[in-house]
């Protein structure tokens, strides 16, 4: 099966795909880098990491997701 990514991410190593429920988990713990739509239809990663510790971050973000919708190339 393909992924699918968000339109929305914005260019980089971490992404979300259409698998997204919108849950709010990753935008929780790394809030300058996700956030929900308006429409609160899905996450997307709206600023990649600069640094080793907003990787770890994202990095936490992605492990934690419970639909693994959140890749990192």
Known sequence: MEIQKHQENVSGQYFVDS?????????G???????????????YVCKQPDSAKEKQT????????????????
Do not use: M, R, S, Y
């Not at 997204?20 to 935008?27: F, G, K, P, Q, V």
């Not at 713990?29 to 996450?43: G, M, P, R, V």
């Not at 994202?58 to 190339?73: F, G, M, Q, S, Y």
């Open 19 to 27: 698998e997204c429920i919108a849950c709010d988990t990753c935008c």
């Open 29 to 43: 713990i790394a809030a300058l880098h996700f956030k929900l739509t308006e429409d609160w239809d899905h996450a």
């Open 58 to 73: 994202c990095d936490e973000a992605l492990d934690a997701c419970p639909v693994d919708a959140i890749h990192k190339n």
